[in-house]
């Protein structure tokens, strides 16, 4: 702890006797640069010591010139500043028959259930401590139709739930004793800088969650450092996404592939155009899962710039939910002799978005690719199969046998399911680039619009730093994986704890009847 560094005042009279002061002259010192308190009886000069505090300077400075034992007797023992701090930090005795009620600090009254919500019905921001928060806010707050387009997953959404829950059987192995005084999250992704290995992955339909849709995103993404994946499907334009942009940010684009080629050249042209600097291939969706809870509202809402000619011709299903009507373009003849041709309209770096097994992931290197994104499209197409974070060891085992492989020339992806900063150190110490989040992207954009998103992303920073620092890990770079133990991650069936948090915002299929 810091010492007190400041010229003081003898604290004891001719005499030797320690001084006593009356309450009134240790009120004189009020303020945060000038800033006594009394403890049990003692004077102290906490000035210099009180930004240094492990329970931070405010606690302190806010009984400046007061009787703060009331506050501290619960949490301290009595003799704590004079074992830990510089005799010289104590003044003296105060005169206790001088302390008037005045003089006295009390414990704030415990808020009441819903006194902490602010003028708009929502807990203020910074009470958003993880972030399942913004997802409860967002599920009370949100339209019925854009709640259960974002929240829903395919058929019973077993695998919607195993995404996160894959995490929680993966479990650390912590080394002690490294310098871990500052830590480095700087990253990089095809040689670009973020500030943190995580990126915004590509959601459609931004604007369900809020008017700026992902215009919001990509500002965000700018104010916090990180990178952008933009949507195919967007509620902007690409006009809006991209004249959103800072000058120099880094933006990738998602593609949904058009049975129209046409289209796909024009879209994927304008994109190499205007800088963007990858192309992410969605192949994943020949055919879009059934999700239930979306599939039981109709969608009334504008669609997507990229269907407009298909909404003149009344191609666009609007009787299914949102993913049925935004989803009529997508060419399921897409297949590997496609890439070719892909190779031939670009120079943008290829990324293939939703392999889901080794074999895939080996095809892609293969083909001339320079990474694939290991996704199940957020547990919303096929139930049952395996999340992003346990298909990434047989991955990553697979190419390090393959001829040519290194990480820098073919890079992987995770999504699906990353809730924490710990989700993000298992996935990059089992050989991820960085991981995508999209929900947590659209709850915490439907919650408080752009501050959210990016207090959402400052949690994953802070909760990755923390991690960071107990395992003993200073930069990305020293995340191994001898970090993790991986034993029961494809025990579907094993024994985990229960995610409270997780439990407490999903909401359960419900038949038709039972809504009668």
Not at 399 to 426: C, H, S, W
Request: a negative charge.
């Amino acid at each position: 702890m810091k010492l007190c560094s400041r010229t003081v005042e003898a604290n004891t009279d001719k005499m030797g006797r320690e001084r006593i002061f009356s309450m009134d002259e240790v009120a004189k010192h009020n303020s945060p640069t000038d800033c006594w308190l009394v403890l049990c009886g003692k004077v102290y000069d906490l000035t210099d010591f009180h930004p240094s505090h492990p329970g931070g300077s405010k606690i302190i400075t806010d009984c400046a010139g007061m009787d703060a034992t009331l506050l501290f007797e619960p949490i301290h023992p009595s003799d704590i500043a004079e074992r830990l701090l510089s005799p010289d930090v104590k003044k003296g005795l105060v005169d206790k028959s001088t302390i008037r009620e005045e003089h006295i600090a009390k414990p704030e009254e415990e808020e009441k259930e819903g006194d902490i919500l602010s003028a708009n019905g929502k807990p203020p921001i910074e009470t958003m401590l993880n972030i399942f928060d913004f997802e409860d806010v967002a599920k009370k707050t949100m339209s019925k139709e854009g709640w259960c387009y974002y929240s829903s997953g395919a058929d019973d959404e077993i695998t919607l739930r195993e995404n996160h829950n894959a995490f929680q059987r993966i479990w650390f192995k912590p080394r002690i004793l490294v310098d871990v005084d500052k830590i480095d999250m700087n990253s990089k992704m095809f040689g670009y800088n973020t500030s943190i290995p995580l990126y915004i992955t590509a959601t459609a339909l931004g604007k369900l969650a809020d008017p700026e849709g992902e215009v919001a995103l990509t500002k965000a993404a700018s104010n916090t450092g990180i990178l952008q994946m933009l949507p195919t499907l967007s509620s902007c334009s690409l006009d809006e996404m991209l004249e959103a942009r800072s000058p120099g940010q880094v933006v990738f684009s998602q593609l949904y592939v058009n049975r129209e080629r046409q289209r796909t050249l024009e879209y994927v042209t304008r994109c190499e155009r205007e800088g963007v600097k990858a192309l992410f291939i969605t192949v994943d969706a020949p055919q879009l899962g059934r999700r239930e809870k979306d599939m039981r509202n109709k969608f009334k809402k504008q669609g997507t710039a990229v269907q407009k000619g298909d909404e003149a011709a009344g191609k666009v299903d609007r009787n299914q939910g949102v993913a049925r009507a935004i989803s009529s373009f997508i060419d399921p003849s897409l297949n590997w002799k496609d890439l070719a041709w892909f190779k031939s309209i670009t120079k943008l770096p290829i990324i293939l978005k939703g392999v889901q097994c080794a074999e895939d992931a080996l095809m892609a290197f293969r083909h001339g690719c320079q990474g694939v994104v290991l996704s199940n499209h957020g547990g919303r197409q096929l139930d049952l199969a395996r999340s992003g974070i346990e298909i990434l060891p047989e991955v990553m085992e697979a190419l390090r046998m393959e001829p040519g492989y290194t990480k820098d020339k073919f890079q992987v992806f995770v999504d699906g399911g990353i809730r924490r900063g710990a989700d993000i150190f298992k996935a990059i110490a089992l050989g991820a680039t960085a991981v995508g989040i999209g929900r947590p992207t659209i709850y915490s954009l439907a919650a408080y619009g752009r501050q959210g998103v990016e207090h959402m992303i400052d949690i994953f920073k802070t909760e990755l730093e923390m991690c960071m620092r107990l395992m003993g890990t200073p930069t990305i770079h020293d995340i191994k994986p001898a970090h993790v133990i991986t034993k029961n991650l494809s025990d579907h069936f094993a024994v985990q704890p229960q995610d409270n948090l997780m439990n407490g915002v999903y909401e359960p299929l419900v038949t038709q009847a039972s809504k009668l």
